[in-house]
T-cell receptor, first 111, second 113 residues
Framework: KNEVEQSPQNLTAQEGEFITINCSYS?????LHWLQQHPGGGIVSLFM?????KKHGRLIATINIQEKHSSLHITASHPRDSAVYIC?????????????WGAGTKLIIKP | DGGITQSPKYLFRKEGQNVTLSCEQN?????MYWYRQDPGQGLRLIYY???????QKGDIAEGYSVSREKKESFPLTVTSAQKNPTAFYLC????????????FGPGTRLTVT
């Protein structure tokens, strides 16, 4: 079993829909990361969070440390949101600060 | 602008040839990383370096080599010993004291035939 699991693996939705991508992890963490990879391949960090909730524009990330679960929400989705969304965690007390990566969720928003 | 550059974006090589992928950063980050990404799979760590002249193997280091002669530069050589080198390669950097966000370059897509 992977230490970081994302669901769904693939998601197709219509423009305007509210999107939720989930991430569950099995290790103690000091931070959780959400990143976005566009079809061209470049990866951009969206959020790094260790508790509660963060918002940036139409993107919202939440984390529940007790349940070892995080969600990424996209409100009023748009075709330009089509990308792979990746969840990663920084394990607690890892002196090398290496990230453990999820496999990603491929999101397609149709106009 | 600060960032990470990787070159080239696309690289084609014949089987049996070594090839070096470039990664440069001007973010003054101590740590640098090389990842490999295959279709439908998560990122896998090849090598990382936390300080000049020192680097550590990641999960899939076999068939790869790196150097860190300068803080700004962390080139990756894909050797002929790498059995399946065709992949997308991503370089990243971060501050050393974490947790931190990693900053990624645009990637190099290597095709070996």
């Amino acid at each position: 079993k992977n230490e970081v699991e994302q669901s769904p693996q693939n998601l197709t939705a219509q423009e305007g829909e509210f999107i939720t991508i989930n991430c569950s992890y099995s290790v103690g963490i000091s931070a959780l990361h959400w990143l976005q990879q566009h079809p061209g391949g470049g990866i951009v960090s969206l959020f790094m969070l260790s508790s509660g909730k963060k918002k940036h524009g139409r993107l919202i990330a939440t984390i529940n440390i007790q349940e070892k679960h995080s969600s990424l929400h996209i409100t009023a989705s748009h075709p330009r949101d089509s990308a792979v969304y990746i969840c990663a965690v920084t394990p607690y007390m890892d002196s090398n600060y290496q990230l453990i990566w999820g496999a990603g969720t491929k999101l397609i928003i149709k106009p | 602008d600060g960032g990470i550059t990787q070159s080239p974006k696309y690289l084609f090589r014949k089987e049996g040839q070594n090839v070096t992928l470039s990664c440069e950063q001007n973010l003054n980050h101590d740590a640098m990383y090389w990842y490999r990404q295959d279709p439908g799979q998560g990122l896998r760590l090849i090598y990382y370096s936390q300080i000049v002249n020192d680097f550590q193997k990641g999960d899939i280091a076999e068939g790869y080599s790196v150097s860190r002669e300068k803080k700004e530069s962390f080139p990756l050589t894909v050797t002929s010993a790498q059995k399946n080198p065709t992949a997308f390669y991503l370089c990243a950097s971060s501050p050393l004291e974490g947790p931190y966000e990693q900053y990624f370059g645009p990637g190099t897509r290597l095709t070996v035939t």
